[in-house]
């Protein structure tokens, strides 16, 4: 069975300071794994994701992840918050069942920026 | 290129009744999944459909039901409501199956059961 652990279901940041947002995760075989924003009444958008390779995934908005096995981390971090990183952040674990993948999501962490 | 559509955004229904709720993937996806959100458990799969065939299945009651069209619109169906439905519905999209395919998120649909 896999499972995502959050840390801190809100996280407060000023303007310009670093964001990090830790996620670890249980699996017993390798995982993809993503990060994903969620806006007020919408849907999720995704940030990065990781499946092979480099280790240190860029993605969009100026966010980043860093895979750490041996840690069996993912967290996601961005050099300096704006205003409109204000959301809520979901981790995400994707691994094989049978020939399909089954992904377990993180409770979320609320990101909040102040000015 | 149109995004995931998802009908209706809002629902409003008594315990016991049953529900259908609709979504349009973007044009060329074949892949469906649904989820479902709630303050008290999260984010959680429901099930994924491909080329109209079910693939897999998350860990909800046999009252929660779906099916997918040539065209590749999904409906989920609920029957028999419990309070404990009311949640946030949410459809992505992609190419295909498989957890490389980044999954494109419709608004998702606000039901609320009374």
């Known amino acids: 069975a896999q499972s995502v652990t959050q840390l801190g279901s809100h996280v407060s940041v000023s303007e310009g300071a670093l964001v990090l947002l830790r996620c670890n995760y249980s699996s017993s075989v390798p995982p993809y794994l993503f990060w994903y924003v969620q806006y007020p009444n919408q849907g999720l958008q995704l940030l990065l994701k990781?499946?092979?390779?480099?280790?240190l995934v860029k993605g969009i908005n100026g966010f980043e992840a860093e895979f750490k096995k041996s840690e069996t981390s993912f967290h996601l971090t961005k050099p300096s918050a704006h205003m409109s990183d204000a959301a809520e952040y979901f981790c995400a674990v994707s691994t094989q069942v049978g020939g399909s993948y089954i992904p377990t999501f993180g409770r979320g962490t609320s990101l909040i920026v102040h000015p | 290129k149109a995004g995931v559509t998802q009908t209706p955004r809002y629902l409003i229904k008594t315990r016991g009744q049953q529900v259908t709720l609709s979504c349009s993937p973007i044009s060329g996806h074949r892949s469906v999944s649904w989820y479902q959100q709630t303050p008290g458990q999260g984010l959680q799969f429901l099930f994924e459909y491909f080329s109209e065939t079910q693939r897999n299945k998350g860990n909800f009651p046999g009252r929660f039901s779906g099916r997918q069209f040539s065209n590749s619109r999904s409906e989920m169906n609920v029957s028999t409501l419990e309070l404990g439905d009311s949640a946030l519905y949410l459809c992505a999209s992609a190419v295909g199956p498989g957890a490389y395919n980044e999954q494109f998120f419709g608004p998702g649909t606000r039901l609320t059961v009374l």
């Open positions: 990781y499946t092979t390779g480099a280790t």
